[in-house]
């Protein structure tokens, strides 16, 4: 999970700082490290570990002059944890300076990083993203950016959303099956990448359209025009977008993501009914399907719990401990709304369990009569190869325990999820374009050592 943004602007010394302004939306996509490659009179690169804030500062945007900008937000899936690994990478080789942001992961990124290696390239990092650095340079070579883009598309496996800078091109591309978003928007002045809208809108710009599956959006010499690379007769758009990744202003393939989650909390509120005195987001991911299951259900929307802003999401952060800690340090218990009142909880997922247990035993402690719990969207039962930190079964407590089991995990006295059926009528994409791997284990591609259900085989 990461952002990207890319972006052309006529004024040099306003380029960097539409950059920064989007990345800075973006944050929710990754917290790790940050930075922005420009093209101007030379090529620059600048990026650091931490908040998109504290990477940068004024002088340093000052320094970063140039009409053409990528950028890029980390979270990592691929790679560890460092400086190295942040992005865009940069690569100079004979087909000029490349520069690469990558949202997505490669399924075969080991194979193709042997195979590169054994030809001779030699790897600073350890991310996957690499991989394509040093295979678009040598397509570049011999090909226009539409071909080589073709050719590097018959390469990877996975999910691969783009921004690259091309000596003074910007160019957007998104994999034929789209699982990662993209988007474009006009500007006053130039144009915009971003991987959600509300970076656009961050920055006074307006949305043109979602980047399609396959398609790649080419900005040159302050025109803009979107080429068709490949076709694909599926798709699919990672469904977690919608149910949790996403800020709810985004607007992703044609879908408000506020509109979905308030529907995702419609459907909840009809399949699973609960007798309670108030309903109660888990702050912030669950607040828009709480809202839509207060107005479905006329029970009346109170905040049980409040939440410390300053401290970063407890999904996104790496590592199991600075994760336990962070729900400490971010979480606080409404005891007045809460006292001998029966609270319904509403959360976009459980991936571990072990948030969703501490959240329930605060909100006991504080008082509560009873605490329920009502999740928007269906269990998750298999790892995410795309993209998503949700790399092992045995971190996904959906994996191996039954409803009624995970109930008793986190100490709640009723439990039930929105059913798959009720989260595609939500989101109102056509299932077979959507990726929902994580929920039904029917992974679009094939993984190695993941039975491909499509195809009825262990790849
Ligand atoms: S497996 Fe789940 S999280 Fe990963 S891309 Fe598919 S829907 Fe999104």
Known sequence: MCGIVGVYCDDDSFTSRIAYYALFSLQHRGQESAGISISGEDFKVYKGMGLVNEVFDDKTLSRLR???????????????????????????????SISVAHNGNLVNYRELRRELESDGRVFLTDSDTEVIAHLLSSYLLKNEI???????????CGSFTLALLLNHMVVGYRDPMGFKPLCVGKLENGYILA????????????????VKPGEAVIIEDGELRFERIAESNQKAICVFEYIYFARPDSIIDGRSVYSVRFDIGRTLAKENPVEVDIISPVPDSGTTSSIGYAYESGIPYIEALIKNRYVGRTFIMPGQRSRELSVQLKMNALKENVRGRKVLLIDDSIVRGTTSRRIVD?????????????????????????????????ELI???KTVEDIRKAINADSLAYLSLKGLIKSVRIDEEDLCLACLTSDYPVEVPGEICLRCSARA
């Open 398 to 400: 959906a994996s191996s």
């Open 195 to 210: 991987s959600e809208s509300c970076a656009i809108d961050s920055v006074g710009g307006e949305l043109v359209r979602d």
């Open 146 to 156: 539409e071909e080589a883009l073709a050719l590097l598309t018959e390469k990877l």
């Open 66 to 96: 140039g009409n053409s900008a990528i950028g890029h937000v980390r979270y990592s899936t691929t790679g560890e944890s460092k400086l190295e690994n942040a992005q865009p990478l940069f690569v100079k080789s004979k087909s000029g």
């Open 362 to 394: 605060l909100v006991r402690k504080a008082g509560a009569k009873e605490v329920h719990f009502r999740v928007g969207s269906p269990p998750i039962i298999s790892p995410c190869y795309f993209g998503i930190d949700m790399s092992t079964r045995e």
